[in-house]
């Protein structure tokens, strides 16, 4: 079976420092990736997504950027973060052969202060 | 994708059966119905999905009008653990591409 990882859990950095957020899917192999993230209270946005090794298209501009240097590893990126930055960030995985189910990892909550 | 539109909010008492409306007026023929739901402080969770035949997993059951423009998510017998965020997607199937959430259904199920 098919499972996603996510890491850390919860993460509280301050104004202007790096970040980097992990995500790992086991169990299948060349998955559409995505990264979502969820401000406090809102709806979910997709910020980032994936169909393949090196393949990155962004959804919105800003301070983030996102890799994916192994099939089944996306990684979530900032230079320098802002308060704006914190929220709830959610990796999720599609099979290029499903019925356009997408499975979500646990999150990490981040808190930019 | 087509756009959705839930009730901000439901209760329903545990044990009883939840039934959670979405309308989708402007759904077009190719599009499917997806269900996800997200407890709090969790990664939303895939439900069920149907294009216009009812259909049933081990979750729920998804009910389709004829004309395609809404459908029901019933929950049979509604648990505590069961609150959450409810969300009605609809979009074309085998489309990888982005999921579209709107602002869902809160469901409270009470004791």
């Known amino acids: 079976s098919q499972t996603i990882h996510q890491w850390p859990a919860t993460l509280v950095q301050p104004v202007g420092s790096p970040l980097s957020l992990e995500c790992t899917v086991e169990?299948?192999?060349?998955?559409?990736l995505y990264w979502y993230r969820q401000a406090a209270g809102r709806g979910l946005q997709l910020l980032f997504y994936s169909v393949g090794i090196g393949q990155i298209s962004s959804e919105v501009p800003q301070n983030l950027s996102a890799s994916r240097p192994q099939d089944r590893q996306f990684i979530l990126s900032s230079k320098k973060l802002l308060l704006s930055d914190s929220g709830f960030y959610l990796c999720a995985w599609a099979s290029t052969s499903g019925r356009g189910e997408q499975f979500f990892g646990p999150g990490t909550r981040l808190t930019v202060l | 994708d087509a756009k959705t539109t839930q009730p901000p909010s439901m209760d329903c008492a545990e044990g009883r059966a939840a039934n959670l409306p979405c309308n989708h007026s402007t759904i077009s023929g190719n599009e499917y119905v997806y269900w996800y739901r997200q407890i709090h402080s969790q990664g939303p969770q895939y439900i069920i999905h149907?294009?216009?035949n009812n259909e049933t997993n081990e979750m729920a059951s998804l009910i389709i009008t004829e004309d395609r423009k809404s459908s029901t998510l019933i929950l049979p017998h509604a648990t505590l653990r069961d609150t959450a965020v409810y969300y009605c997607?609809?979009?074309?199937?085998?489309?990888?591409?982005?999921?579209?959430f709107g602002t869902g259904t809160r469901l409270q199920v009470f004791p």
């Open positions: 149907g294009l216009k």
């Open positions: 997607i609809v979009r074309v199937a085998y489309n990888t591409d982005k999921l579209i």
């Open positions: 169990g299948t192999s060349n998955p559409n």
